[in-house]
């Protein structure tokens, strides 16, 4: 079974890219978060040109996101990458494995690629012997006969999620979920204002970006291809181009605040959203961040004094009381982004969805009493799962009768629309 990829924007492979490539994969495994992983490979890396870079990075989130497949490939050809000492062979093995079934790249190519310098390609993996691999005929893949453990299998997922996500949807919708939180993510962007999308969409295409509108959010776009033009346009250098997933444009524009509204972001990570909020209230508007995570917020800091954002303020006691609207974007599983974090799918477990609906309940114990009457509360996650969406904003609704849902909750499925699963809850306090 070999797929071959429609997607022509996958940068451009080399013995440079595979190395960076190798080197962040080998992380992933020992634990360290992808991002991260692949930032500092990245940064490490001498000499890499943009396309490899794009190449480099395409490759470690497909190895995590094939895992399980590729490794039951490497059993299929009797190298079965568990039976390495080393995680960088075995690393070589999905390599060489995902090249050859996935992309359907030729052995001379993939093995030029695999001629590794020094730590990043120890010896004890023979050229030769990967030279077997990818020249063997390809051999009996068997797959399990029950359709849910099936489709883990094809999609390289692990049982337990799989059967979790089959909860979730209609039978029939099982392989096309699975499929969406494989497939390398579009990249959507928000059009800021002044700016009007219509106008931003011909202005990119002028500078020789291919731009979309996006039906699925009021100022979304999205470049299918050749994404690495649209962030040498005009209009991303000057800020007015916000990298945003439709879904979580549509979760922010559910705050719908009235311009002159003061905001409280209470889970503002590295910004997302503070930044579109605080376009949506314009400058006699105020919005108030924070987060958990110190790092993140830092981050937030940086983002929104670059954008010289001067009505948002990060205090350190936020203004919940005399808020007009409260976004809870909450601390939850990802599940509807895997596609953008693969490494998820195997560092997910039942225990941490668990501890993150606990979290999820705690927030929105703490702050309800706080909203003052006729204050808004959206309720937020990027999760797909109804533990941490439906069902915890009912248990909240149980619990504070004075609130109540103001229009029929947000639900968007990456099978069904460009990007991540999100889900949001407009709610009001009476
Ligand atoms: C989904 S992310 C937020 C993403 C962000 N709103 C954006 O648009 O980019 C959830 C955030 O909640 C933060 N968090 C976790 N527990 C929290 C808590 N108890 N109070 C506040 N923030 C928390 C995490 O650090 C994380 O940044």
Redesign the pocket.
Known sequence: MTVKLDNADLGKASRKAAAAALSAHVQVVKGTPLRQALSDALAEAKGLGGQERHFAAFAVRELSRHLRWLDAWGRAYGCPPSSFHLKEDAAIIRYAIWRKHRLAAAPVQILAELKLPGPVRPRSLPDAALQKLLDAPTPEFPLPEEPVERAAAVHSFPNWLAARLATEVDATQLEPLLAALNHESALALRVRPPLRREAVLASLRAQGVEAELLDEANQAIWVPNGRRAVFESREMKVGLLQVMDAG?QRL?ALCAPAEGAKVV??????????IALADAVGPAGRVYA????KR?LEDAQTRVRMLKLTHVSFPSELPVETADCVLV????SGAGTLAREPDQKWKLSEKTIAERTV?QT??LNKLAPRLKRGAVLVYG??SILRAENEEIVDAFLKRHPTFGRTQPDLRVWPHQSVGGGYYGARLVKG
Not at 267 to 274: L, P, Q, S, V
Not at 290 to 293: E, R
Not at 329 to 332: I, L, Q, R
Request: hydrophobic share 25%; charged share 25%.
């Open positions: 979580s922010a972001d209470y889970c503002a990570g590295a910004g997302g959203k503070t924070s987060d958990l995570s993140r974007d909450a601390p939850c979290s705690e927030i996650t990027c």
